[in-house]
C-alpha cells in the first residue's frame, strides 16, 4: 500500500526533553509496568513517533503515556483523535474520512459525493444514535453498483479501505443491528469493481484485500446480529476472496471469525479445526497477537468440547504469545484486541467448562480494562459478567452488572447482547424476591427484543 505523508509531533519530542529515545523507550516500558501493561517499546518506536509515522498510539500506549503525564490528553501529546485512524494501522496515515464515489465510466464523479461525505462525517464526530449513523452509512460509503467505473482506479481502493474502516468505528461504538443491511450495498460494490478489473496490479491487489476484509466486517455485523447463516456466508466469501489473492493475513482473519461463529453456533470440532488454519495461514505474518487470538479461538472450541486439558494448553499459548507485545506486523484490525479482549476469551472458556466464579473474575477484568471508546464490548464484557456471576449464585451482583448493560443499550444494538441479557434473566428468575434481581427482571421484560431483553 502506498505510504501517506506525515507530520512530526513536535510536542512529543519536546515532552522527551534531554532523554535519548532510548532512555526515553526506558522509561516507557518502565510506567507500563506500574500500570500492568506490557509494551515492546525502543528507540525506534520513540522515533517513529516522533516523525508523525504513529499518529495515534494504540489503547496500550495510550494508558501508558497518559500515566506519564497526568493530567494531558493525547491531543495535548501531539497526537491525532484516535476517529481519524481507527480501521488502519496506528503507524500509518489513512484517507480522509469522506469516502470517494467510484467514478462513472466517462470518468466524473457524482456531484452529491461532498455533501453526504460531510453528513458522515458529522455523525461520526458527534458519536449520535445507532439509527442516524446507519443512516448515513447507507448515503455513500461506496455509492452503488450503477456506477461502476471500467476499469477501478486508486479512489476505488481508497473508498474500500475507508468503508472497511468507517463500518468498523460505527461497530465500536453502536453494535451491530442498526449497521448490517446498510453495509450490504458497499460490499457488493466492492465486489462489483474486482469483476471490472483494476488499472494496474497493485490497485487490483488492494481491491482483493479490501473486499475481503469489508466482507469479514459484514459478516461481523451479521454474527452480531443472530444471523449466523449471513455471517457464514460472508465469511466464506473472505476466505475465498484471501486465496485468489493469496492473502495469509485475510485467510487468518477469515478463519479468526469463523472459529468465532462456530463455537456460537454449538459447532466446537469446527471452531477448533479453523482456528488451527487460521494459525498456520497466520504463521509467516510476524505478529504475535494475532497468533494469540486464535490460540484464544481455539481454547474456547476445546473448552465447548469439554476437553480442559486442551483448553489449558491453549490459553497457555495464548499467554505466551501477547506476552511477546505488539508489533508492526500486527494486522490493523486487531486494533480490538489487547488485555481487556484476552481476558473475556477466557472468561467464555472457563464458563464453558462450568467455572463459572472463575469465569466471572475475567469478565470483571474485561469489563474493567476496556477502554470506553469501544461501547459495544463494554457492554458485551459485563453482560459476560452478568450471566457469570448468576451461574455462580452471586444474584444481586449479576443484576447490578445486568443493570449497567441496560443503560449502555441506550447506545449500543447487539442482538447477541440482548440474547444474552434474556439468559440472565432466566436465570435470577428464582431469586426475584430480592428487591435488586425484581427491579432488573422488569427493566428487562419493558424492552423490546429476544426474551424481552
Known amino acids: 500500500m502506498a505510504a501517506f505523508p506525515h ?5 512529543f519530542r519536546r515532552l522527551r526533553g534531554q ?59 501531539g497526537f491525532s483523535p484516535r476517529e481519524s485512524v481507527r480501521g488502519r494501522s496506528a503507524h500509518r496515515d489513512p484517507a480522509p474520512l469522506s469516502v470517494p464515489t467510484p467514478r462513472s465510466p466517462s470518468g466524473s464523479s457524482s456531484s452529491s459525493s461532498s455533501k453526504e461525505s460531510d453528513v458522515l462525517r458529522r455523525a461520526f464526530m458527534a458519536g449520535g444514535s445507532a439509527t442516524v449513523a446507519a443512516a448515513t452509512l447507507s448515503l455513500t ?40 443491511r446498510r453495509a450490504a450495498e458497499p460490499l457488493r460494490t466492492a465486489y462489483a469493481l474486482l469483476d471490472a478489473g483494476a488499472t494496474r496490479q497493485s490497485t487490483e491487489d488492494r481491491l482483493h484485500s479490501g473486499a475481503g476484509e469489508l466482507a469479514v466486517s459484514v459478516g461481523w455485523l451479521a454474527h452480531d446480529s443472530g444471523r449466523f447463516d449471513d455471517a457464514r456466508s460472508h465469511y466464506a466469501e473472505a476466505l475465498a476472496t484471501a486465496r485468489v489473492a493469496r492473502d495469509a493475513g485475510l485467510e487468518a482473519h477469515a478463519f479468526s471469525n469463523m472459529a468465532f461463529l462456530a463455537r456460537d453456533c454449538g459447532r466446537s470440532r469446527e471452531a477448533v479445526r479453523a482456528a488451527q488454519a487460521g494459525r498456520r495461514a497466520a504463521r509467516s505474518l510476524g505478529s504475535p497477537r494475532l497468533l494469540s487470538l486464535l490460540a484464544l479461538r481455539e481454547a474456547g472450541g476445546w473448552a465447548g468440547l469439554g476437553d480442559r486439558k486442551a483448553c489449558e494448553e491453549s490459553l497457555t499459548r495464548a499467554h505466551t504469545e501477547f506476552s511477546r507485545g505488539e508489533s508492526d ?88 447482547i440482548r440474547s444474552m441479557l434474556a439468559e440472565t434473566a432466566a436465570t435470577l428468575v428464582p431469586h426475584q424476591r430480592s428487591p435488586r434481581v425484581s427491579t432488573f427482571l422488569t427493566r428487562v421484560a419493558a424492552r423490546p427484543g429476544p426474551g424481552g431483553a
Open 19 to 77: 532523554h535519548s529515545p532510548a532512555e526515553f523507550a526506558a522509561l516507557v516500558r518502565r510506567a507500563a509496568k506500574e500500570i500492568g501493561e506490557t509494551v515492546s517499546c525502543d528507540a525506534r518506536y520513540i522515533g517513529r513517533v516522533e516523525s508523525g509515522e504513529i499518529r495515534c498510539p494504540n489503547y496500550a500506549y495510550e494508558r501508558v503515556f497518559l500515566h506519564m503525564f497526568p493530567g494531558r490528553a493525547l491531543a495535548d501529546l
Open 141 to 180: 460509503l461506496l455509492g452503488d453498483t450503477r456506477r461502476i467505473p471500467s476499469r477501478a482506479g486508486e479512489s476505488e481502493a481508497v473508498a474500500v479501505e475507508d468503508a472497511v474502516r468507517q463500518i468498523r468505528l460505527l461497530d465500536d461504538r453502536h453494535g451491530a443491528d442498526a449497521l448490517y
Open 329 to 416: 506486523d500486527d494486522p490493523e484490525w486487531m486494533s480490538f484486541f489487547g488485555q481487556a479482549e484476552l481476558e473475556s476469551l477466557e472468561a467464555r472458556c472457563w464458563s464453558a467448562l462450568g467455572e463459572h466464579a472463575r469465569a466471572a473474575r475475567h469478565a470483571r477484568r474485561a469489563a474493567d480494562l476496556q477502554d470506553p471508546h469501544f461501547a459495544r464490548n463494554v457492554a458485551l464484557y459485563t453482560a459476560e459478567l452478568a450471566g457469570d456471576l448468576a451461574r455462580a449464585g452471586a444474584p444481586d451482583e449479576a443484576a447490578w452488572a445486568g443493570g449497567r448493560v441496560l443503560d449502555l443499550l441506550a447506545e449500543v444494538q447487539s442482538t447477541r
Open 7 to 11: 507530520s512530526p509531533n513536535s510536542t
